[in-house]
């Protein structure tokens, strides 16, 4: 597969994500951009929505209805959740060739009531749910490579679960104490026009917002449950930081057998040694969202809390590439055979 | 005293804390800066060293020696932690009638171990440390205003404390439970020349440090364990944000009573009912540093966690204001019996 | 006048400036603020529009046609340039007591076409065009104390004026042969929901807009022309700049006499040697936005240019502050015969 | 040359020009970094000293003299000025078969008088200085093909040539009226512990610096007039921006004989068809400093002045990249005869 090319469609290429799919693509050895699709701006070119992509010679955006799917070989999703699971269906159905990397919330919960219960409205394309692989990479990989649709986890999930399913599965942490405090630049909130996402509103500040209701908490308990065997529900806090990319969680945890930080570091060494994307960091050093920035990487690193019995575990990635873009190509490289760190060889940009 | 006119000197105008006092200073009605000390810019105009200060007719800086004290009613001190003590010591032994507000963390704790153990040197006022009133306003108002030696809270502690010195008192949370994290802007770190404060390493990013080790741990814990009657360890983990004044903490409780965010609320709305600078937010609505950039006010806003008999606290200020130099003011009101908002109505400034 | 307490209606109190003005009025010893309009938020307490002025006991937001204008002295009009005309006309002639200090643009332009020309509609109010004062205070200070409708400059305006008028007015510069290089904070794009102003897009970058085509042009020739006598072109590139606050403009003039920056300087302190808030700094000091955060204040400097007969002025102030609100209650202090600074007295926010 | 692999050195691989060549060097395919020096960190993995360069198997800092050049093809220099010329002179003499890219300051002038005019010392290898090619690879390519020193240019100056340089060879702009507004991140100045660079001084305001004086001058006069001819005199003034990366200038022209924006376009146009780099962009559309960050491209754009012959021309890029790093590894390919965007395809980091 190594020499082939695979032509791909981005759905939402007017969002950040989309457009993050696209900067990758564009330097991937195995990528050529096929369709752009993008209602609202359909009919421009690139370089009028974003001027970055605009000097590479890609195809004009346009309507999802207009694309010509029947030679695509694989379709990346940015679009909203919600609007997200007919057009999925509808793709898969009229080509089932196609195979399908979702970056939407749609696919990511296995339970129909749970998604409702969460996103207000009954899922309109169970059978694809039940079909859809999780798609994080670390501990999904066998399945993802035979999937036809892969759910890519939310970008918060991606940094929460990778600190702790080596933990829950392991037995390390009392996974009924577990609180997330999560910290995100401002392109987690997309590029819609909200008054919260204002340059004078955002800059120089932070806030927390949607305490205890943000729905990546459900995504986040699904797969710690899985990883632990229990029910699981988590205290979930995200915050709004004046940067664009980067997202950065503190975890506090309760270790009932008394682990200390070095136990937990062990852990994730041993789950992730052979892995090119996650990196626990040397004893005592800070995961910092400047590490990673535009790049594909996730830093772990675990400290001991003053209070015996806890501990503090920090893991940073670029909520666009790791946390959205970077995972979805990730996933595609081993959907189709390509080596996993094709086209994400990426250094971050620093300063 | 509302008409009297006291001549103020600022120990350590250099920096950002003592800056901020002459800000503050220039428009409160009863104060007069008599001497702004700062040894490695003595001789220089205030408008070298900061220019916003420079239209205002300011003394220029002198050395701390070449100071006179003799017509001086309060001293401000902004100094580094370490060196305050032998100068606090110095003046008020040579003055007597000199009233001191120190911003720095040298009298704040009253435990000479703690303080040896934290700061790794013997102190050399234990006698001061013992006679200071800490000066959390709110809570020592009565002490402060006889002291002749008050110790202003850390930043991190004034937002701790006035969030949880309620709660411990009554007994609503589990007080050996407590998880802080905290979000800083970049000038709780100082005008030192640090890499890690340079724009292009702080900026677009944010990262935690001293976890586990921050100073300001003991000083909470002391005043919780006075609160509570008993002793507390806490959780602590301060992360720094890409802006240059706020703080915010978004504090983890277990409620062992089943309290829910309401009964939190409650409890902080009859605490604070007469408080000019504290304020308990309308249910739901989420305190965010830009609502208090520049101003004396810290936020308060309870919020029910997922996981039952858990809550989550939020509280915000602007580290340079109510976290030092605007409680510095505060309490200089109450010292001298002024009305304590004397000075302090400035409105925050937003964007 | 002095103890006079005056009721103020604010139009538009939902855009920045409008909220600049609350901001400086509450802590204004003769303002009482009697009505807040805000059409699209009627009915709303000011602490769900701006959280940072819901600390303070305002009235709630109304609709413009629901105010009770009969008790009040004087109205500050924030609202976008068009649909103040209509407006103000209302008021006045209903209310022949208000004073009305304008901060749209729609009463600046004193020729009827020039308005025309630049705004795309015909101008509704052209008799009161013709009673409007300009109201930059330092050059209209009388016109504007018997004025009942000051139109207050455009930020970039007031930076641009307050430089280039004394040197106009005494021949100093060439005025065919004025560059303004004018950079501005995202506040200046004022609280609308557009793609270039999210966080995202504006921040770590900067962009020129509306190059040769920013409305403030024919404003600013309009002044110079009557200070230098003749008709005046100039050439204007406005840029964004990621901040909140601040304005500098960078001026790059020909002197026809061989006139070096000390006789600009010269004739600068000549023309504002009583003035409280223009400032022309030593020489040799840059000024930069840094310095005026928040604060009224104008700093002027000007340098030798290294090609022969050319100097660079550099102005800089808060867009928000001296450049709309702040010299909007300046005028008002003016109109109603207070004090200049009343409520002016802010000192800049630094850091 | 396609399959070679070039073994680099990079000398001050502290500093954020170096740092950026190690990360577009990690993925280039024909680059492998052999040494790594910086003295005041020598000894130090890199992870230390640039944690984004740490997770890519790097050698250890050392110290220059430490370094083994033998097996090494082409050393980067992103030493300070002035420290460069003897370390140049002597890796030269020593080692013959190098071949060494400077992105220092040290040999881009033709002239040792105006050198230690602008520079303050007397050149020590002015020998070197007669062989240096300038490197700026659109206008010197042949002579950099086999030149053994190349002298990048400054990020001003690469701005402001690849704009001005056609139309000065042209005669359409007058070369004795030409005013450079230029405009920059942080990282233009350095990773120096200096207070003007931190986060807090440095954010949320904007400020010149150098005016009149600035190094990047005589570099663009001296290119300048060898492209018309002439001796050129500029007006030149730099801006800090609130931002990291990206600069952007906007300069003023006099267009004799009456051309236009078009003229420009269609000037710029033809010099930069086949560049795969320089970019004209559609009529109207503003170059802005986010569509280049982190890539090699310098996009350019013209507009008509409202002042008859003027009109104002634009250009941006990315300092570190175009502007130093990324231009130091064009001018390597073009060394040693790979093709030119060899490395260098990265998208731009948005947002």
Known sequence: ???????????????????????????????????LTANTHAGKPVA????????????????????DWSGVDVVFCGLPHGTTQD??????????????????????????????????????????????????????RDAISTARLVACPGCYPTAALLALIPLARAGLIDIGDIVID???????AGRGLKEGSLFCEAGEGMTPYGVSKH??????????????????????????????????????????????????????????????????????????????????????NAFDDRIAGRAILVSTLDNLVKGSAGQAIQNMNVMFGLPETTGLEQVALFP
Chains 1, 2, 3, 4 share one sequence.
Not at 21 to 31: D, E, F, I, M, S
Not at 98 to 124: I, K, N, Q
Not at 182 to 188: H, P, Q, T, Y
């Open 215 to 300: 729905r990546h908490m459900p995504e986040i308990e699904q797969e710690l449950g899985i990883a632990s065997g229990k029910p699981v529900t988590i205290s979930f806090t995200p915050h709004l930081v004046p940067m664009s990319r980067g997202e950065l969680l503190t975890t506090y945890v309760r270790t009932p057998g008394g682990q200390r930080a070095a136990d937990i570091r062990a852990a994730w060494q041993q789950a992730y040694a052979d892995e090119p994307f996650v990196h626990v960091l040397e004893e005592g050093v800070v995961p910092k969202t400047q590490t990673v920035r535009g790049s594909n990487h996730c830093l772990l």
């Open 1 to 35: 597969m190594v020499d082939a090319i695979l032509r791909a469609g981005v759905l939402g290429a007017s969002g950040y994500t989309g457009a993050d799919v696209v900067r990758l693509a564009l330097t991937h050895p195995n990528l050529e951009i096929a369709a």
């Open 182 to 188: 999560a910290k995100s630049g401002l392109s987690g």
């Open 48 to 67: 009028e929505v974003f001027p970055h992509l605009g000097l590479s010679g890609l195809p004009d955006l346009t309507r999802i209805e207009d694309a």
């Open 87 to 140: 057009i999925t269906k509808g793709v898969l159905e009229a080509h089932p060739h196609v195979r399908f990397v979702d970056m939407s919330a749609d696919f990511r919960l296995r339970d129909p009531d749970t998604y409702e219960a969460w996103y207000g409205r009954a899922h309109t394309a169970t059978d694809m749910q039940g079909e859809a692989v999780y798609g994080l990479t670390e501990h999904y």
